[in-house]
């Protein structure tokens, strides 16, 4: 058994304790919190400067994209990074799976013990195979034309099939409202199976995105237009979030939001990346707005941040807000590990084997279990 203190403990599912001792077993399952250093004997206790805290949750990343790191350039908007990424296939399977190692090491080592991840290929199964983190996979479809809604499903459903046999996690989903028509929403509807928890999507990212279903104008109006998207996309909804109702009664996640305004918060999920949010739209979102006990945050990927550190954007959130340190830890821990289903992760709960984090400075953290 192993005894470990602070100066302040934070179990999150219960208020911060002082000199609180959290107890845990050598696989790092939480046995027992004492409110106080005088319940242990001296000799048995850890003791460290800072705050303990449960392992974090990135509750939004693409694993995948690892290799993309300076690839877009910074500030240039959302449409400009969708090119950058395009190009994700101009490089040799060896680098991109030695990217993926790496970011996952990345990870880690800031203390991150579950993350939500958006796949669009299996070039991170071999890598989640060994078990490092917990994964909820979320098998990604885009398709702006109706017709290649069942082509696209089906590979959809090879991909999820890949995951689920390794034991993970999966659920196919939405990339975003501009980028799948009513269509293919309802394919991903109805494949949604016993097996599967909740949905993610990317929602309300960019000013131009509003444009788009608001206005039926600007600049992704004229470049769906482009690339002969069917026009279902844009005539069937007038605001972003309106495709939340075609997706019907479920759980859902709901990513950047960035340009989100009180009215268009419901009962879901909320998933902040402002470190990707800055680099991308260089704007963060209004953090007033959100229930903070639904509020999740997530890294996205290296092809739009230049680190894979939930501290660093707790640290942007924390300058943006009036949130408190408790709060903060939520939205790093525990809001995330009930989004995403983890069960074991996100308190310092009995039977829970969450991990543990010292958090020494602001910008400076150690992984204790």
Not at 89 to 108: G, V
Not at 186 to 206: G, P
Not at 218 to 237: K, V
Request: hydrophobic share 35%; aromatic share 8%; glycine share 6%.
């Amino acid at each position: 058994m192993r005894f470990l203190t602070a100066d302040y403990l934070y179990p999150l599912h219960t208020n911060p304790l002082k000199e609180g001792v959290l107890q845990i077993s050598e696989k790092g399952e939480v046995v027992a919190i004492f409110e106080d250093r005088k319940s242990v004997s001296k000799e048995k206790l850890e003791i460290f400067e800072g705050i303990l805290c449960p392992g974090f949750v990135n509750a939004h990343c693409h694993l995948e994209l690892s290799h993309l790191k300076g690839v877009s350039e910074k500030g240039k908007g959302l449409l400009d990074f969708i090119g950058a990424v395009q190009k994700r296939n101009n490089f040799e399977k060896d680098a991109i799976l030695a990217a993926i190692d790496f970011a996952e090491q990345q990870m880690i080592k800031n203390g991150i013990v579950g993350v939500g991840d958006i796949c669009n290929t299996a070039d991170t199964l071999s890598q989640k195979q060994k078990g490092n983190l917990q994964y909820y996979n979320f098998i990604e479809v885009f398709g702006v034309q109706d017709q290649k809604a069942n082509q696209i499903i089906m590979e959809a459903k090879e991909l999820r099939n890949q995951f689920r046999a390794s034991g993970l996690k999966a659920t196919i989903t939405p990339h975003s409202p501009y980028s799948v028509p009513p269509k293919l929403i309802q394919e991903i509807a109805r494949n949604f199976d016993e097996n599967d928890e909740l949905l993610t999507i990317h929602v309300q990212e960019t000013i131009k995105e509003n444009e788009l279903f608001e206005n039926k104008q600007g600049d992704f109006f004229a470049w769906l237009q482009g690339i002969n998207a069917s026009s279902t996309i844009w005539e069937s909804r007038n605001k972003s979030t309106d495709i939340l109702k075609e997706l019907g009664n479920k759980k859902l996640l709901l990513v950047h939001n960035t340009f989100a305004e009180k009215e268009d918060i419901g009962s879901y999920y909320y998933c902040t990346c402002p470190k990707a949010n800055l680099y991308i739209e260089n704007s963060l979102p209004d953090y007033s707005i959100f229930d903070t006990d639904k509020l999740c945050v997530g890294t996205d990927s290296l092809a739009s941040n230049n680190s894979l550190s939930i501290l660093e954007e707790l640290q942007i959130i924390k300058e943006n807000t009036n949130f408190d340190i408790n709060t903060l830890l939520k939205i790093a821990s525990k809001n995330g590990a009930e989004a995403l289903g983890f069960t074991k992760l996100g308190t310092f709960e009995k039977g829970k084997i969450p991990g543990v984090n010292l958090i020494s400075e602001l910008n400076k953290i150690e992984i204790i279990a």
